[in-house]
């Protein structure tokens, strides 16, 4: 970074991605005197990356219930404020094309680098002073009212401070804990983190049990205790992954066991019986693989009886070929951890925010938004709404 004079802002936003860049612009927009800090050498890599590079930034179905947090009820305020639509309305302004994948899910239909360069013409346009290549190291409180910022060998002060240098996760795109350092050093809680929206990966049994099938998916519904998603799962190598698993791992009790069926809108056993009324010499494998690979149907089997024609089928066989398909229990022995996570569970406690401004509410001044804080949103776009609600209302109440 190259030598700056010390100087001082009303606000310093410290981490330009999404919910750091809302947050910027917002309090820009009422005329503060804005630094945002970025300590790698360009804004909203995450944002870049999302997506498959086309950015789902945002769902049409954004609720309160499709967010895990301590207090259930904290992100309500962030929403009523800066729904969805809100944020449509931005990218429609820019004249970005998007489209409807599925399930709500909002993505643009070129890059998502249009979404950066929107964020970034709107801090233009608010006045908001950017600089990458430029790490905050620590935060100090001053005697009198503010801020002191340590950038490498220089300073900064700011009346407030806003933290929006999100979770653990994807360490190499820079992810670190500063956000839950600096909390610890103002003696604000943490809630227990740990990764979310990730693969799991299996033991030795289970690496066996579904040996081959690396590349395979299917429709399913994915649940654990009373917590249920319909979506893909896909095997990979290492265990399971596809939408479903990353849903349901944000849930997922290290040692409790997953359950899959594999034919989520089927009666299985009653179509079973009646095969064996109409076609008592068909194959049981065979009509399963009307509704799934093979490779899958044989080894979701692998383990029932020697299989006869329909025919010779007892009730008690046909209800475990049901059960190998429609409740297959599965144990992971971990996940990928925070290298292959989409988000991090947990982080800096609501209790000590106020949920109307994102300020905390033992150091005035202080606020964290986005991926830091214990708010984490289902997947398909509900986290980056949380960081633009999130930065939205900071940038009004700093």
């Known amino acids: 970074m190259t030598e700056r004079a010390v100087q001082n802002f009303e606000v310093v936003v410290i981490g330009g991605g999404a919910a750091g860049l809302m947050c910027a612009i917002e309090a820009g927009k009422r005329g503060k005197t804005v630094l945002l800090l970025e300590k790698s050498d360009k804004v909203g890599k995450k944002i870049l990356i999302s997506g498959g590079g086309r950015c789902n930034f945002t769902n049409l179905f954004t609720a309160p219930d499709r967010y895990l947090s301590e207090n259930k009820h904290f992100h309500k305020s962030a929403f009523k404020q800066y729904p969805q639509q809100r944020f449509i309305d931005l990218v429609e302004k820019h004249g970005i094309a998007y489209h409807e994948k599925k399930l709500g899910q909002l993505f643009c239909d070129n890059t998502a680098s249009q979404i950066t360069e929107m964020l970034l013409q709107e801090c233009d346009a608010a006045n908001v002073t950017v600089w990458c290549d430029a790490g905050a190291e620590r935060i100090e409180r001053l005697s009198l009212k503010g801020f002191s910022i340590r950038i490498g060998t220089e300073q900064v002060n700011a009346s407030a401070v806003v933290i929006a240098t999100g979770g653990l996760s994807i360490p190499k795109m820079g992810a670190n804990d500063f956000a839950h350092r600096m909390a610890s050093?103002?003696?604000?809680?943490?809630?227990?983190?740990?990764?979310?929206?990730?693969?799991?990966?299996?033991?030795?049994?289970?690496?066996?049990?579904?040996?081959?099938?690396?590349?395979?998916?299917?429709?399913?519904?994915?649940?654990?205790?009373?917590?249920?998603?319909?979506?893909?799962?896909?095997?990979?190598?290492?265990?399971v992954s596809g939408p479903a698993i990353l849903q349901i791992s944000s849930f997922w009790e290290d040692g409790k066991a997953i359950h899959l069926d594999f034919l989520p809108d089927e009666d299985l056993l009653s179509q079973l019986k009646s095969q064996r009324q109409e076609n008592p010499k068909g194959s049981v494998i065979k009509f399963m693989n009307r509704y799934l690979a093979s490779r899958l149907v044989e080894k979701l089997l692998e383990k029932t009886p020697s299989l006869p024609e329909f025919g010779n089928c007892s009730d008690k066989l046909l209800s475990?070929?049901?059960?190998?398909?429609?409740?297959?229990?599965?144990?992971p022995n971990g996940t990928e951890g925070y290298r292959k996570a989409e988000v991090t569970v947990g982080g800096v406690s609501t209790a000590c925010l106020n949920s109307k401004t994102m300020e905390t509410k033992e150091v005035p001044g202080l606020y964290f938004v986005g991926e830091a804080v214990d708010v984490t949103g289902f997947l398909g776009g509900y986290n980056f709404q949380w960081a633009w609600?999130?930065?939205?209302?900071?940038?009004?109440?700093v």
């Open 185 to 239: 050093s103002f003696g604000l809680p943490l809630t227990p983190m740990k990764p979310g929206l990730v693969p799991f990966t299996f033991d030795a049994p289970d690496m066996q049990r579904f040996a081959g099938l690396s590349g395979v998916s299917a429709d399913v519904v994915a649940k654990t205790g009373k917590t249920a998603f319909r979506e893909n799962v896909l095997f990979t190598h290492r265990g």
């Open 320 to 331: 475990q070929v049901t059960a190998a398909i429609k409740d297959v229990s599965i144990t």
């Open 389 to 397: 609600s999130s930065g939205y209302v900071a940038g009004q109440n």
